[in-house]
Structures are given as C-alpha cells and as structure tokens.
C-alpha cells in the first residue's frame, strides 16, 4: 500500500500569510484527503478531491491534484494563529479496507 | 453533528497487562478502524472491521491486538499483554463506506505503559 509524502516537514509564517503545503504519491487513487490535526487531538477531515478532479476550494482552503505528476497541494490563505496544527494527506487503499496517512507537515502560524 | 467517542482519555498501565480501549463509532457508520500514533510520529494503521469481522490489518496488529464489537454500539481495542513500545495515542475512526467517504475520528486514548 501506498503513503503520501508531505512537504515541507515544518513551516512557519506569520499571520496573514498563505500557507503551501505538498504531498506526493506513487500509484493511481481513486482520491486524496486532506486531514488537520490539533496538538493531542483526533484527526479531522478537511477535504477530498477525486481523481478526476484538478481543483477544489473550501472557504480558505484550495486544494489542487495533479495526476500526472502525483502530486497534491494544500493552500491556506489569509492563515491565522488558529490554523496552526499538523496537516496530513491521506490515501485510500484502492481495493482495500484502509486509509494510509503521510507523515505530515508541522504548521506553525505567529500571531 | 455526531461524532466518535474514545475513553479513557488516557490510560496507565504495567507492562504485561492487558488494557482495552473503548470507542463508540457514529452510529449509521459500517467500517471502523484503529490507527495509533508514537508521540511526535505520523499516524499508523492497525485494523479494520467490517461485519462484524476484520476487513484488514498491518504488520503491527500481531496476535497481542484483537478488535471486537461487541453489542452493536461499542468498538473495542485490546492489547493482551502491554509492552513498553505500545506506548502511544490510539485513535478509533469510522466511515460510512470504505473508500471515499472520510473518516471521522474520536479524540483518542493516550496509553502510557511503564
């Protein structure tokens, strides 16, 4: 099975600013997710995009996949101290009963 | 909005015990899963259940680890016999389908094995 790859491991920027982040793969899927996670927290979901899809926005969140290239990224515009936490992309096993997740990448938002 | 609940929040325990975590998945939810995570390390997979019966487990999920729901409602994790390594946060999550529909997660267990 497969795992996403996330980019950068950590960022850090000030509020106000976008935040980019990247995650590649190796074998087709169906969809890739995008998960948050707060310090101590559960995960929570954030967006899907499907295969067949090359871009997906929600409120200040903008999702691209690019199939070709097997890549996905995760932009945050406008961040603000409170969108700091951990963001993972996350595959599911295509014919399976599970859903891989990336290491992740660290965001830290300076108020 | 319904949501999965875990508890304990944390749990402590003696090497060589046996613990069993609780998660109470959203209730029109067929698949479950465990997934745990060493502190300051990415989320692993551990298991799935569907019907009533394991979908799909990891390297990780040895004979130590068994799953059950028992009445419908709960979902339990149980490690036979703890080891210092099993130290970690273990998540429930559930989904409504197993590929595409999200998962949804619990806030977790904390296990501490000294």
């Known amino acids: 099975s497969q795992q996403g790859e996330e980019d950068p491991q950590a960022l850090s920027i000030q509020e106000g600013e976008n935040a980019t982040m990247n995650c590649s793969y190796k074998t087709s899927i169906n969809n890739l997710q995008w998960y948050r996670q707060n310090s101590g927290r559960g995960l929570v979901h954030l967006i899907l995009?499907?295969?067949?899809?090359r871009e997906k926005h929600s409120g200040r969140l903008r999702v691209t996949l690019d199939t070709s290239k097997k890549s996905s990224s995760l932009l945050i515009t406008a961040s603000r101290a409170a969108d700091t936490a951990s963001y993972f992309c996350?595959?599911?096993?295509?014919?399976?009963?599970?859903?891989?997740f990336g290491a992740g990448t660290r965001l830290f938002v300076k108020a | 909005e319904p949501e999965v609940t875990q508890t304990p929040s944390h749990q402590v325990t003696q090497m060589g015990q046996e613990v069993i975590l609780r998660c109470v998945p959203i209730?029109?939810?067929?698949?479950f899963y465990w997934y745990r995570q060493i502190l300051g390390q990415k989320v692993e997979f551990l298991v799935s259940?569907?019907?009533?019966?394991?979908?799909?487990k990891s390297e990780i999920f040895d004979d130590q680890f068994s799953v059950e729901r028992p009445d419908g409602s709960n979902f339990t994790l149980k490690i036979r016999s703890t080891k210092l390594e099993d130290s970690a946060m273990y998540f429930c999550?559930?989904?409504?389908?197993?590929?595409?529909?999200?998962?949804?997660f619990g806030n977790g267990t904390r296990l501490t094995v000294t």
């Open positions: 999550a559930s989904s409504e389908a197993a590929q595409g529909p999200p998962l949804h």
């Open positions: 995009i499907r295969s067949n899809e």
């Open positions: 996350a595959l599911p096993n295509t014919g399976g009963f599970k859903t891989i």
């Open positions: 209730s029109n939810h067929l698949y």
């Open positions: 259940f569907y019907n009533n019966e394991i979908s799909e």
